[in-house]
């Protein structure tokens, strides 16, 4: 059985940092694009970051860009999410997903399996 498992979120300041992790198990992912998304109360789910199958290709959306940094352990299975300078506007949960394809893509219809979440709240 597939599975992605989300950790480190949490409660922080404005100005503060999180890492969020992903471990996968079930299967290895070291040939597919893994990406993080969010989703805020009310709003739909967002692109986050993606990361190519290789880690070489980095992508991420306008929001957090110089912010936020992904990267991934192909030995370890695990995609981590490093933020940074986190604002209140950040506040959501944050899913780990994994690629269909090899290469980094912000569209949410790509990604085959998801996990369960992190919630990230940036207190002001």
């Known amino acids: 059985q597939v599975q992605l498992v989300e950790s480190g979120g949490g409660l922080v300041q404005a100005g503060g940092s999180l890492r969020l992790s992903c471990a996968a198990s079930?299967?290895?992912?070291?040939?597919?694009?893994m990406g993080w998304f969010r989703q805020a109360p009310g709003k739909e789910r967002e692109f986050v970051a993606a990361?190519?199958?290789?880690?070489?290709?980095?992508y991420y959306a306008d929001s957090v860009k110089g912010r936020v940094t992904i990267s991934r352990d192909n030995a370890k299975n695990t995609v981590y999410l490093q933020m940074n300078t986190l604002k209140p506007e950040d506040t959501a949960v944050y899913y780990c997903?994994?690629?269909?394809?090899?290469?980094?893509?912000?569209?949410?219809?790509?990604?085959?399996?998801w996990g369960q979440g992190t919630q990230v709240t940036v207190s002001s």
């Open positions: 990361i190519s199958w290789s880690g070489y290709t980095t």
């Open positions: 079930g299967r290895t992912f070291s040939s597919n694009a």
């Open positions: 997903a994994a690629g269909r394809a090899r290469y980094a893509t912000s569209r949410s219809e790509e990604y085959d399996y």
